[in-house]
């Protein structure tokens, strides 16, 4: 099978990701964009890749495989918001509240991300290595930019980089849940870069044009 690209999995390493199965992930993603991820769902996602359902189930036998799988392709397109590898510590955060905007703009994606990653909190869930990689990685990712925020004399002496990386995914994830309950009273840029300030000397920059990645 010819592989058309790898998903780079947070915390450890890609994933080889053959034409067919691109298609797959995509189809799941735009069903989730459309009307969330609910019973029947299985058969939209395989007519949007063109395939049966009883093709598609050979291809994942396990719905909550292609469940996970979708959210790392998720992460794949997301990730190309982020500035290389050389950016500052700045740059960084502003990288991670452009991610937040990007679930905003798919909110049927933070749905399916909040039910997972409770699920996956079990060993046996197909997905518990994944979400504790990636929250490693996004947890280094954050703690990172802080510490070279804190060597440039940027960050606040009583902020432990570590501590407060820590403190901005609980953060995330319970905004995450406020804001699938009530969209328009939940601002959950503003309110993670208001946490971020409030360890800054110097606040973060406005939000600049987010550009969404689709290939």
Known sequence: MSV???IPGPGGGPTDVSPVERRV????LETISADGY?????????ARAGLT???????????RVLLVDAM????A???????????????LLRGFLDIIRYNVATPGTVELFTMLSAAATS???????????????????VEDALEELEQEGELR???????????ALALLDGLQVQWLLDRRAIDMERLMRAFFNQHLYRKLEPARPLRLARD
Do not use: C, I, N
């Open 4 to 6: 058309d690209m790898q």
């Open 77 to 91: 397109l997301g990730a190309a918001t982020m500035p290389d590898a050389h950016a500052d510590g700045r740059g």
């Open 123 to 141: 060993p046996e869930h197909p997905g518990h290595d994944y979400f504790r990689e990636r929250y490693a990685w996004l947890r280094g990712m």
């Open 53 to 63: 359902a009883a093709e598609l189930e050979d291809l994942y036998p396990d719905e």
């Open 25 to 28: 992930l995509e189809a799941m």
């Open 157 to 167: 002496r009583r902020a432990d980089p570590a501590t407060v990386a820590t403190q």
């Open 72 to 75: 790392r392709y998720r992460d």
């Open 38 to 46: 609910h019973a029947g769902s299985f058969a939209r996602v395989a």
